[in-house]
């Protein structure tokens, strides 16, 4: 048996459809186009890279994009400074801090600041809480994980399944704030039975092994192996390495887990589009947020 592949692009494209669309409508109404800003703390070439392209994708949806960029030297009062400035800004609808930030500034300190109704990564205690309490999925969610469920669900519908995940075994391995954690929680609130793995956990490969639902996000390349998963699972592949020799490849190693797993994610063209597509659908409920205050 060979996986069906979850095409992350197409499905991103669908979705980047509708957020055209609803901008078009939004500008129509209010005479001015959804606004997102993006803050860049320090210099880092690839957070600049990937702004970058998140202004691109952005413009090209009708939104107005724009990246502020501070060095390293600036003071974690001035960013909250400018934070506070932007919540206040009835022209700014959106508010992104790219992560990681440079280790000098407190990231939990800066992510509280950001308006709950203007934080366009769904990262505010507020947002989470309410995630984790009521299970609310009408706000903004954090983007990749939100993504890597539209992956899940599109797998199942590949492979005939329902959307309703219960009695599935859910595992994630990570646990990081911005993937990991969110994306279990997700997961959970669909009805599938979740074990968050992480760096600590004993007996990995058992917890993979009963796994019909598999998000990777560690960051290691080629972590998880055909003979490790369960025959017929979903597996969502977050990881993104680049290696010397140029080649870019993920946390699963693709050729040998596509002739077990069910569904699979290629590395690039399965996630990342994905949270690429989730931050601008994310710019729209935060326009409406700030259209309906
Ligand atoms: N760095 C890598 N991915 C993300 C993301 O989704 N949001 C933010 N703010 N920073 C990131």
New binding site residues.
Partial sequence: MTALIIDGRKLAEQSNLRTKADAESFTKETKRPPSLVMLLIGADAG?KK?LNSKKKLANSLGLDASILEFDEDTTQKDIIDQIVLLNRDSEVDAI?????LPSKFDEEKILCKISPKKDV?GLHPELIGRLVLTGDDSCQLP??PIGILKLVLEGRRQLGESSDLSGLRAVVLGRSN?VGKPSGILLHNHNATLTQCHSKTKDLDDIVKQADILVVATGKPNLITGDMLKPGAIVIDVGITYLDDGKIVGDCDFESCKLVAGAITPVPGGVGPM?MAM?MSNVLICANNNKDK
């Fill in positions: 957070s990937y992104l801090v790219q992560l990681p990564d983007c990749t911005l949270t931050l």
